[in-house]
């Protein structure tokens, strides 16, 4: 019986990721972002809307943290015809987080600063609408600085006992001061004292993809720059609404909010 035990569970499937012929691994996550390619001069409809596709034929698309449906694909092809992609998407299991001595205006705001956090809210969507040539979303990502996960993507927040809106970032902990590079080149199109994150930088990386960098202590690259990957952009802070000195990190698919740490590799 032993021997048969042991041979059952090598039998027992595991998930397996396999790349399709858009050169995108499959299945997908919630939360995910993704880079297809197709041949030059065909055209790519994700759920019914067209996607900006390079001149090389390399498009982006992202799938919101509750994102439950099979990804539809169609690619219209130059040549005549079409192919449909139904691509599965994995479940995520979102965690909770309980965050306490948080100063009580970062959870309930007075009234004074209600018509400043709107214009701050409208400033960032906007910013998000940015549609640029720019193919820098093709690099491979790095980190943007190193240091202990201090909270995920995803996670239901409790502030001060009070519920709140899950977390939209990756929250990484290298100590007050440390170096912020961007992990994507591109066009700085940010950079702002906010009310809820702080001195706050936004970098567009062409086709609708953009990154946040929030709680900054200060701020490197100006707005209106063009970085490349690897260059420094701010240090480590807690402006804004924070207990800790921490960046929050966030990656966005237009105004679809995405998972860094699945390009990462670490989940």
């Known amino acids: 019986m032993k021997k048969l035990f042991v041979v059952l569970f090598l039998l027992i499937p595991l998930t397996a990721f396999a790349e399709n012929d858009l050169g995108i691994k499959e299945p997908l996550k919630q939360g995910g972002f993704y880079v297809g390619k197709v041949a030059v001069g065909d055209k790519v409809t994700f759920h019914g809307e067209r996607v900006k596709i390079s001149p090389e034929g390399y498009f982006a698309f992202g799938l919101g943290w509750k994102y439950k449906d099979v990804a539809n694909i169609r690619v219209d092809h130059k040549a005549g015809g079409h192919t449909m992609y139904r ?3 994995l479940p995520h299991d979102y965690q909770v987080e309980e965050i306490t001595g948080l100063p009580p205006q970062y959870v309930t705001p007075p009234q004074e600063v209600l018509d400043r956090i709107s214009k701050d809210a409208s400033d960032v969507r906007t910013v998000r609408t940015i549609d640029s040539d720019l193919q820098n979303f093709r690099e491979q990502i790095i980190w943007p600085v190193e240091g202990r996960i201090s909270g995920r993507f995803g996670s239901h927040r409790i502030l001060n006992g009070e519920t709140r809106n899950a977390h939209m970032g990756l929250d990484i902990a290298p100590g007050q001061g ?8 591109g066009k700085v199109t940010m950079v702002s004292d906010l009310y809820y994150t ?3 930088t936004i970098i567009d990386h062409g086709h609708g993809v953009n990154t946040v960098y929030a709680h900054m202590e200060t701020s490197i690259a100006k707005e209106g720059e063009t970085v490349k990957q690897g260059d420094p952009i701010g240090t480590v802070g807690m402006t804004g609404r924070a ?6 990190w966030g990656l966005n698919w237009y105004g679809e909010r995405l998972n860094p740490a699945i390009l990462l590799g670490i989940e």
């Open 243 to 248: 207990t800790g000195p921490h960046l929050h």
């Open 87 to 89: 691509l599965d998407v």
């Open 198 to 200: 702080g001195i706050t």
């Open 178 to 185: 440390a170096l912020i590079v961007a992990p994507l080149g």
